[in-house]
């Protein structure tokens, strides 16, 4: 009788190959959802952290010096364009935070900005809020108002 | 021919075989699931994202009419019940941004700034659950 070894041995070898197209395929999904979950998780965050600024700014009827210190960020020359305001002594806010999203001078993982924004109503104030990651990408951005008290 | 016909024997699958198939179904529905987990929680996170651009978007509009009222305008959609300003501020479908103020000589005071739901709650009582003794 013919021994069964090589056969056993081809079997082997095939299962082999078969369970390691498995496990790479998959290993990609896994990692592409862990990358894609960091990623929720990230964007989650940002809006968190947009809506604190928002609800700062909103307090505080444009405070940008409170907010900072609140949020532990800096206080920078508003950046001129035709949407943001004219006014070259408005200032803007700048927070950066680390991947674990505590907020540093040295981190640079996200930025947040607070840019005042020309409002067409007097008595009107407006800033656009933003969340960028490293690369530039925008997590949330959105434009938030108060009263301004006279 | 040596006149004694060999028996059929089948293709051996071993256990090798079968461990593997186990494990590579196994492989298949946990990256599955991983999948559908994360494509949710995107969902989700999209969602989110959309719900506070959509708060403020509205927020800033009521802001906006309220200046105006403080301008001495009354703008479209600001309705006078007594010495009650109020008007209404769509944030989505499901939701809209609800202001009433009154006028106190002339500070503003907001009565009112309340994110209520766009349509009438209906209880659903089909069920029949337990509401105590």
Redesign the interface.
Known sequence: MRSRSPLALIELLIMIMIFALAAALCLRAFVWADLKSASNADADMAALHAQSAAELLKGSEGDYSFAAMELGGVLSAAQHGDKLAPAAEQESLLVRYGSDWKSSPEADAFTLSAVPLETSVPGLESALIAVNDASGAELISFTVSWQKED | MNGKERPFSPP???G??L??IF??LC??V??LL??S??KA??R???K??EA??AY??A??RA??I???L??GELPEGVELKGDIYAYECSVSDAASLAVELRLNGEDWEVLRWQLIPASEWEADDSLPVWIGD
């Open positions: 051996a699958i071993g090798s075989s461990l593997v494990a590579v492989l298949t946990f990256a991983s999948l987990t994360v929680g995107t989700l996170s999209e989110r994202s506070v651009r403020y978007e927020d800033s802001e906006e309220l200046a105006r403080r301008l």
